[in-house]
């Protein structure tokens, strides 16, 4: 497989009336998480960020791909893969990096960490650290917007301008096609008349759930077009490799969940290029095959495009982009590291409730006892 | 000002609130054309529509997370789970979202949730559907606990949580649903969450309590010789629990006794007994009681009464406190 692979788009496709400057866009979107996404694993490897750390290298076009088909009002939830979510819905690097840092400019002051990024101004409900977990959070999400337009009848949590229909998009992975709040999400999410909703479940097929092939642990994996079928849900399956037909498939798709109201179904192929998380040995497959999807990676690929076909783009413009993206997620480092920690009292016990309670404080009577007043007697 | 059982005095708070604003909205197994199945929201579909009274196949954790991502939404959800014991499949929802995002998201995601939930013996059911789980949420950093004893306060509760920013678990003691009524008024208002209520007040001997033991404390009381003043606190709230009250009450008395369903081990008893040897530790007279429900299984109903603490072993209990 190679860039030559790629098919050019047929002259009447949605991506081939799209200007240069969109694609250019897509291109240097998904730049910048290739990029971002280095740096993160040597702060890593450095012991710079701690916990847990999943990157996306590989799986850019996903976001970049249908985020591109969506209206920024449309709410996103996603799983614990989700730096590219992030970056991708305008999170600024900075404070992606932060958060990983468990610094206090984080998007979430250094208090989700990797697998939890949250950016209410810019929709994106959460990154979730439960295989799965998220879907019907985004079953809420996708009702709550159309209780918002046939029941109250006047946005009271999006923007203004946000458009009356809405669609709310779920990330998974292969994986969650095995958990049940999937499913139990999938059978609500198609309900005549109760939580019917629009809802996209859009399945990031990696192939791999951590070390388990989709084949060993999903059945059906062949076809995973019975899963959709088995609640009646539209389905579509498209891969991410050629950004511009994952664009062309799904964004008719997206459109008609959105002014029918009802939920769909992508199984998106995809492909990461590094392991499930910081520590994988990666005993379950052969490097031939991690190199072979490489070979035919989405970014060179739409690079391909531009610069041989749509001719909108020179080489040199190219080393620009991806300079330019090296620039910003170091400044992004740079930033994190020079960031101010949380401070106990200021970040240990806020935000456990709306009102802190009493004895969250680790600086009341509840210190292992040593304030008891009856001991200082 | 009407004379109501607890089950109406939800419901009236139900209604209310849901009249008072368009974001409150119910789902949940059977609550909307069936009224649910202690018949709480009874007549709510009729007068709300389906969309906000919204019925759902038996999913609890597909429930508990579509009413979370609604309150994501900018609503303010009340699930209702059929019996304490369902809470199991959607017990993650709960404590691994619901009660984390407003940390997660340094407070700019909440979840104003009102997960009601019929809760306790008392009614001749079966376990999972008899039991008392209420330290287990206690236990959740983000969740607050509430479980009313009375008509009156359980609709003042009720508007309070479904007002409450954070999400908020309401468990109704089954077992007086519909064994009492009380003057409850027609008008909306609250019951503050985090407040314990003053029963009968007392001198010699507190004891703290909470839900439908309540009313068997009440019941023992009446028993008791007439030179032993106590004091019977119901606590209304488990988390964020009052400890104010409890510590001065006990502080006065120098004797406490607890009582409550859940098995005796970690039940929510041991934290106010604690709580009381730090606080009260120069005062007590008495080593702190707990009259509970036993380390086993919620028994079925042939056995269940002998399970529940009841009039006789509550006050048994008081008494060996008042005679150390």
Same mark, same amino acid.
């Given at each position: 497989?190679?860039?030559?692979?790629?098919?050019?788009?047929?002259?009447?496709?949605?991506?081939?009336?799209?200007?240069?400057?969109? %694609?250019?866009?897509?291109?240097?979107?998904?730049?910048?998480?290739?990029?971002?996404?280095?740096?993160?694993?040597?702060?890593?490897?450095?012991?710079?960020?701690?916990?847990?750390?999943?990157?996306? *290298?590989?799986?850019?076009?996903?976001?970049?791909?249908?985020?591109?088909?969506?209206?920024?009002?449309?709410? *996103?939830?996603?799983?614990?893969?989700?730096?590219?979510?992030? %970056?991708?819905?305008?999170?600024?690097?900075?404070?992606?990096?932060?958060?990983?840092?468990?610094?206090?400019?984080?998007?979430?002051?250094?208090?989700?960490?990797?697998?939890?990024?949250?950016?209410?101004?810019?929709?994106?409900?959460?990154?979730?650290?439960?295989?799965?977990?998220?879907?019907?959070?985004?079953?809420?999400?996708?009702?709550?917007?159309?209780?918002?337009?046939?029941? *109250? +009848?006047?946005?009271?949590?999006?923007?203004?301008?946000?458009?009356?229909?809405?669609?709310?998009?779920?990330?998974? +992975?292969?994986?969650?096609?095995?958990? +049940?709040?999937?499913?139990?999400?999938?059978?609500?999410?198609?309900?005549?008349?109760?939580?019917?909703?629009?809802?996209?479940?859009?399945?990031?097929?990696?192939?791999?759930?951590?070390?388990?092939?989709?084949?060993?642990?999903?059945?059906?994996?062949?076809?995973?077009?019975?899963?959709?079928?088995?609640?009646?849900?539209?389905?579509?399956?498209?891969?991410?490799?050629?950004?511009?037909?994952?664009?062309?498939?799904?964004?008719?798709?997206?459109?008609?969940?959105?002014?029918?109201?009802?939920? +769909?179904?992508?199984?998106?192929?995809?492909?990461?290029?590094?392991?499930?998380?910081?520590?994988?040995?990666?005993?379950?497959?052969?490097?031939?095959?991690?190199?072979?999807?490489?070979?035919?990676?989405?970014?060179?690929?739409?690079?391909?495009?531009?610069?041989?076909?749509?001719?909108?783009?020179?080489?040199?413009?190219?080393?620009?982009?991806?300079?330019?993206?090296?620039?910003?997620?170091?400044?992004?480092?740079?930033?994190?590291?020079?960031?101010?920690?949380?401070?106990?009292?200021?970040?240990?016990?806020?935000?456990?409730?709306?009102?802190?309670?009493?004895?969250?404080?680790?600086?009341?009577?509840?210190?292992?006892?040593?304030?008891?007043?009856?001991?200082?007697? | 000002?009407?004379?109501?059982?607890?089950?109406?005095?939800?419901?009236?708070?139900?209604?209310?609130?849901?009249?008072?604003?368009?974001?409150?909205?119910?789902?949940?197994?059977?609550? #909307?054309?069936?009224?649910?199945?202690?018949?709480?929201?009874?007549?709510?579909?009729?007068?709300?529509?389906?969309?906000?009274?919204?019925?759902?196949?038996?999913?609890?954790?597909?429930?508990?997370?579509?009413?979370?991502?609604?309150?994501?939404?900018?609503?303010?959800?009340?699930?209702?789970?059929?019996?304490?014991?369902?809470?199991?499949?959607?017990?993650?929802?709960?404590?691994?979202?619901?009660?984390?995002?407003?940390?997660?998201?340094?407070?700019?995601?909440?979840?104003?949730?009102?997960?009601?939930?019929?809760?306790?013996?008392?009614?001749?059911?079966?376990?999972?559907?008899?039991?008392?789980?209420?330290?287990?949420?206690?236990?959740?950093?983000?969740?607050?606990?509430?479980?009313?004893?009375?008509?009156?306060?359980?609709?003042?509760?009720?508007?309070?949580?479904?007002?409450?920013?954070?999400?908020?678990?309401?468990?109704?003691?089954?077992?007086?649903?519909?064994?009492?009524?009380?003057?409850?008024?027609?008008?909306?208002?609250?019951?503050?969450?985090?407040?314990?209520?003053?029963?009968?007040?007392?001198?010699?001997?507190?004891?703290?309590?909470? #839900?439908?033991?309540?009313?068997?404390?009440?019941?023992?009381?009446?028993?008791?010789?007439?030179?032993?003043?106590?004091?019977?606190?119901?606590?209304?709230?488990?988390?964020?629990?009052?400890?104010?009250? &409890?510590?001065?009450?006990?502080?006065?008395? #120098?004797?406490?006794?607890?009582?409550?369903?859940?098995?005796?081990?970690?039940?929510?008893?041991?934290?106010?007994?604690? &709580?009381?040897?730090?606080?009260?530790?120069?005062?007590?007279?008495?080593?702190?009681?707990?009259?509970?429900?036993?380390?086993?299984?919620?028994?079925?109903?042939?056995?269940?009464?002998?399970?529940?603490?009841?009039?006789?072993?509550?006050?048994?209990?008081?008494?060996?406190?008042?005679?150390?």
């Amino acid at each position: 497989m190679g860039a030559t692979q790629t098919q050019v788009p047929p002259a009447d496709s949605l991506s081939a009336k799209l200007p240069d400057e969109t %694609l250019v866009g897509w291109l240097k979107d998904m730049i910048l998480i290739r990029e971002f996404e280095l740096r993160t694993m040597a702060a890593y490897q450095q012991a710079k960020i701690g916990g847990f750390c999943h990157v996306y *290298i590989g799986q850019e076009p996903v976001v970049v791909g249908t985020f591109a088909a969506l209206q920024h009002a449309d709410p *996103i939830v996603t799983a614990y893969r989700d730096h590219g979510h992030a %970056l991708a819905r305008g999170m600024h690097p900075n404070a992606c990096m932060a958060e990983m840092y468990g610094k206090l400019p984080g998007c979430a002051k250094g208090k989700g960490g990797s697998m939890h990024m949250f950016d209410k101004p810019n929709n994106l409900f959460g990154g979730h650290g439960i295989v799965g977990a998220q879907t019907p959070l985004g079953l809420g999400l996708a009702f709550a917007a159309r209780y918002e337009n046939e029941v *109250i +009848g006047e946005a009271i949590n999006y923007n203004q301008d946000a458009p009356a229909k809405r669609v709310a998009l779920v990330f998974l +992975g292969d994986g969650a096609m095995n958990q +049940g709040a999937f499913h139990e999400a999938l059978n609500l999410s198609n309900l005549p008349g109760q939580l019917r909703s629009p809802i996209i479940f859009i399945v990031e097929n990696n192939k791999y759930s951590m070390g388990t092939s989709i084949d060993r642990g999903t059945t059906m994996a062949h076809d995973m077009k019975v899963k959709a079928d088995a609640y009646g849900i539209d389905y579509l399956e498209t891969e991410a490799f050629d950004i511009t037909r994952l664009y062309d498939d799904f964004k008719p798709f997206a459109d008609a969940c959105r002014e029918e109201q009802k939920p +769909g179904f992508v199984n998106l192929h995809c492909y990461r290029y590094q392991g499930h998380s910081m520590s994988d040995p990666q005993k379950y497959r052969e490097k031939t095959e991690v190199e072979e999807y490489q070979g035919n990676d989405a970014i060179d690929n739409l690079t391909h495009h531009l610069v041989n076909e749509r001719k909108a783009l020179t080489e040199d413009d190219v080393k620009t982009i991806r300079k330019d993206a090296k620039d910003v997620s170091k400044e992004a480092q740079k930033f994190a590291e020079e960031a101010p920690e949380p401070s106990i009292e200021g970040e240990l016990y806020s935000d456990v409730y709306a009102n802190i309670q009493p004895n969250l404080s680790p600086m009341d009577h509840y210190r292992h006892g040593s304030t008891n007043a009856l001991l200082e007697d | 000002m009407a004379s109501l059982t607890l089950v109406q005095a939800i419901n009236l708070a139900l209604i209310q609130e849901m009249e008072a604003d368009d974001r409150v909205l119910i789902l949940g197994e059977d609550v #909307g054309k069936n009224g649910g199945v202690f018949r709480v929201t009874e007549g709510l579909h009729e007068r709300f529509g389906a969309k906000r009274v919204v019925d759902t196949p038996l999913a609890e954790s597909g429930i508990m997370g579509s009413a979370i991502g609604l309150a994501m939404g900018g609503l303010r959800p009340i699930p209702e789970i059929q019996f304490e014991g369902f809470m199991g499949p959607a017990y993650d929802q709960l404590t691994n979202h619901a009660a984390r995002y407003r940390s997660r998201s340094r407070g700019s995601i909440t979840i104003p949730m009102t997960v009601r939930v019929p809760v306790g013996g008392g009614i001749h059911a079966p376990e999972l559907h008899s039991d008392s789980p209420e330290a287990i949420y206690a236990h959740t950093p983000g969740l607050k606990v509430v479980m009313p004893s009375s008509p009156y306060d359980a609709k003042g509760l009720l508007i309070s949580a479904i007002r409450d920013p954070d999400p908020v678990v309401f468990f109704e003691p089954k077992r007086i649903y519909r064994s009492f009524r009380e003057e409850v008024p027609e008008d909306e208002y609250t019951v503050p969450i985090g407040k314990a209520k003053i029963v009968e007040e007392g001198s010699d001997l507190t004891v703290v309590t909470w #839900g439908a033991s309540t009313v068997q404390c009440i019941e023992a009381m009446d028993s008791l010789p007439e030179d032993l003043s106590v004091e019977l606190i119901d606590l209304r709230t488990i988390y964020p629990w009052d400890e104010e009250t &409890v510590v001065e009450s006990v502080n006065k008395t #120098g004797r406490c006794v607890i009582v409550h369903e859940a098995p005796k081990t970690a039940g929510f008893g041991a934290e106010v007994a604690t &709580v009381i040897q730090e606080r009260c530790f120069l005062k007590l007279q008495a080593p702190v009681q707990r009259v509970a429900g036993f380390d086993t299984v919620m028994p079925y109903y042939k056995l269940e009464l002998e399970y529940l603490p009841d009039a006789a072993r509550i006050g048994k209990g008081i008494l060996e406190c008042a005679a150390y």
